[in-house]
């Protein structure tokens, strides 16, 4: 007997009445008719109730498929990534924990230069050293199946050691030549310094791209991401932008969204649209949009996803963003979940699964001093922060089954972990919300994004 996949999504959505397949992100739009015959399929034999050119349109579009392999690969998928480097090596390198911002949410403030968080009096290491260990860590993890190391910079504010980021990127780009490997490098920065002369020199580079933070137009974003004595540095960071792209390089327009700023958010949207740099829009210019976390004025999960339909709709349609309809399989994407040679190092060489824990001395996982020379203290220590979130130890391995798992990928594994355990340090929120209701939202504006995104 013949079955349609339970992997699917039956979305009214507007005037549109669509089905979604949740394996591989086909589309069929539904007239009134076909999409009560469709809501209507788990009990029934297709041929009952379908006709022939429908079901082989099903088949086609990878409507008709045995569930039961799918789950069995989502869990060879997820163990595979999860304990192997496959063809990257990612390292995220906050190469300060000083700042020329005092944005009220950042989520370092606390750590940063404290004796209860900051790492920099445990653990010290001279620059050189640093680059010294990083390389013959990269040396030491080099396999034959490893084609691309990607570097991310931030910080603190990585800008502050522009003369380091330069000086070390050269380095890692010969690396790279003398091993055959592609070097990738990206700056998460606030903009602020990013001035004609550094412009220069990463051009000379292989950068991705560089993501700076915009909460808002002028008033707003001035109002929360400033230095100790304000100026107008949405001004400052709007032309540093604009410079970059004429220099040819890619820049993420992050936005930090709460409920204090969500209403601004679209002003943003239409002021970058109307700018000087419009003309670079869905070619090196996008937007990123997040939720701001622990603040009262922060959304809960759910109602982020409600907030922003709009405003992600508007952006896709703007082709700032790109719809997030395709589907692959079942990775390990996150550095926390995985047994490999992804890790954020700090600037002191300490190393770290989540950038959320950077800079905290009770979450150094080890330190690349002592790795290069023994990896024993690594691999235990790793191993437990790994499995603590992993899917094999959460919702009774429920996840690989769950027919939305290839779309959310997990979602975050320490919000995953909030929401399966109930355990949760934001103050403000309780996670009691289903995350399947979570993923539905997110999947409408997905399909509404879409559509936005095609009509122009």
């Known amino acids: 007997m013949k079955k349609i996949t339970k992997y699917r999504e039956l979305i009214t959505l507007d005037e549109h009445l669509i089905l979604y397949n949740l394996i591989n992100g086909s589309l069929l739009e539904l007239d009134n008719n076909t999409y009560e015959r469709f809501s209507n399929l788990d009990s029934d034999e297709l041929q009952k109730v379908l006709s022939d050119d429908e079901i082989e349109l099903l088949n086609n579009t990878g409507f008709i498929v045995d569930d039961k392999n799918i789950s069995d690969l989502n869990q060879l998928t997820y163990h595979k990534s999860k304990y192997s480097d496959g063809n990257i090596i990612k390292i995220d390198i906050p190469i300060t924990d000083e700042c020329n911002f005092v944005c009220p ?7 940063r230069k404290s004796s209860e968080g900051c790492c920099a009096e445990q653990e010290s290491m001279e620059r050189e050293e640093f680059l010294d260990e990083l390389l013959l860590y990269l040396e030491n993890r080099i396999t034959n199946t490893v084609k691309e190391i990607q570097i991310v910079w931030y910080g603190g504010e990585p800008l502050l050691e522009q003369k380091l980021i330069i000086q070390y990127g050269k380095q890692l780009e010969d690396f790279g030549k003398k091993h055959n490997i592609k070097i990738s490098q990206a700056i998460v920065t ?7 002369r550094l412009i220069y020199e990463l051009a000379q580079f292989n950068i991705s791209f ?3 933070t915009l909460d808002g137009p ?11 004595v304000p100026v107008n540095s949405y001004h400052v960071i709007l032309k540093n932008i604009s410079k970059a792209l ?3 390089l890619t820049i993420i327009i992050r936005v930090n969204v709460d409920k204090k700023n969500i209403v601004a958010v679209n002003q943003l949207i239409d002021d970058l649209t109307c700018c000087d740099i419009h003309e670079y829009i869905g070619k090196t210019l996008f937007i990123d949009l997040a939720r701001i976390f622990g603040s009262e004025d922060s959304f809960d999960l759910m109602s982020y996803e409600k907030a922003i339909r709009e405003l992600t709709i508007k952006a896709c349609r703007l082709h700032f963003m790109k719809p997030m309809v395709q589907i692959g399989s079942l990775n390990a994407f996150c550095a926390a979940e995985c047994s490999n040679s992804s890790y954020v190092i700090d600037y002191n060489g300490n190393m770290y699964k989540c950038w959320n824990n950077v800079f905290n001395r009770a979450k150094i996982i080890a330190n690349i001093r002592n790795v290069n020379r023994s990896s024993a203290e690594l691999i235990q220590k790793e191993s437990k922060v790994v499995e603590d979130v992993s899917l094999d130890n959460l919702n009774d391995r429920k996840c690989f089954s769950c027919k939305y798992v290839l779309y959310c990928q997990g979602m975050c594994p320490f919000v995953r972990k909030r929401i399966f355990k109930k355990t949760e340090n934001d103050q ?7 995350c399947m209701d979570v993923i539905r939202e997110r999947i409408k504006t997905s399909i509404g ?3 936005a995104s095609i009509q122009q």
């Open 105 to 111: 949410y950042c989520f370092e403030k606390d750590c």
């Open 190 to 196: 606030n903009g602020f310094l990013l001035n004609e």
């Open 210 to 212: 560089i993501q700076i």
């Open 218 to 228: 002028e008033e707003i974003h001035n109002r929360t991401r400033n230095l100790t």
């Open 246 to 248: 004429r220099a040819g």
């Open 428 to 434: 403000y929120h309780e996670y009691t919300v289903n």
């Open 449 to 451: 994004s879409y559509f």
